[in-house]
């Protein structure tokens, strides 16, 4: 490839690339919706701007410049939004005359308490689910077995008791009005 040649093409691949790489964080979100693809440019602005300032700090810089760059945004994305998430977020506290939830999402695990999961059914209805710095998807796993429901979420300490146990379909209930659960069969969230 000539000098001068790749001088033509140089620019485009820049641009293309850059776009490209704002277009591809698309996937960052789960929705699929004639809005959501309406309003995508706005959703990847960010991740675009990003795709462009890489390739400037890489073409002026250095490659390392750019990655040290890529690294300390995702960072801040992947440890210091949840963790101010996390501090600011209340804990779940429900109760009524049949049942106590409590549910406190932690962002890490902590090295001085033991990780533990004990699930009690009465009669084939949850009497008692306590858990200790697990995700919830084990405990859903646990309860209605693999790969029926899929949810995204913090290590937790979990706490529920019933006296008479409720049944599995009101369990998810409740946990569906405070996070987000999926059934695999249907690939849709739980309404």
């Known amino acids: 490839m000539s000098r001068d ?10 641009y293309i690339l850059s776009i490209a ?6 996937s960052n979100f789960d929705n699929s919706g004639t809005l959501f693809y309406v309003l995508a440019p706005i959703l990847i602005l960010s991740q675009l701007i990003g795709g462009f300032v890489l390739t400037y700090l890489r073409v002026r810089l250095n490659f390392w410049w750019a ?19 996390t501090l600011f977020n209340r804990p779940v506290l429900i109760e009524s005359n049949s049942y106590n939830l409590s549910i406190v999402e932690k962002p890490f695990i902590s090295n001085n308490k033991t990780k533990f999961i004990k699930i009690d059914t009465l009669d084939g209805r949850i009497s008692k689910v306590e ?9 859903l796993d646990s309860l209605y077995g693999k790969g029926i429901y899929y949810v995204d979420s913090y290590y937790l300490d979990f706490k529920f008791h019933s006296k008479e146990g409720v049944d599995k379909d009101k369990f998810i209930h409740l946990l569906k009005y405070e996070y987000n659960i999926i059934s695999m069969e249907t690939e849709k969230r739980l309404k």
């Open 5 to 14: 040649y790749w001088d033509k093409v140089f620019p485009y691949l820049v």
């Open 21 to 26: 790489f704002g277009i591809f964080h698309v």
């Open 131 to 139: 858990a200790q710095q697990y995700l919830l998807q084990p405990i």
């Open 67 to 85: 990655f040290m760059y890529h690294a300390v945004c995702n960072c801040i994305f992947i440890f210091l939004f949840p963790l101010g998430e």
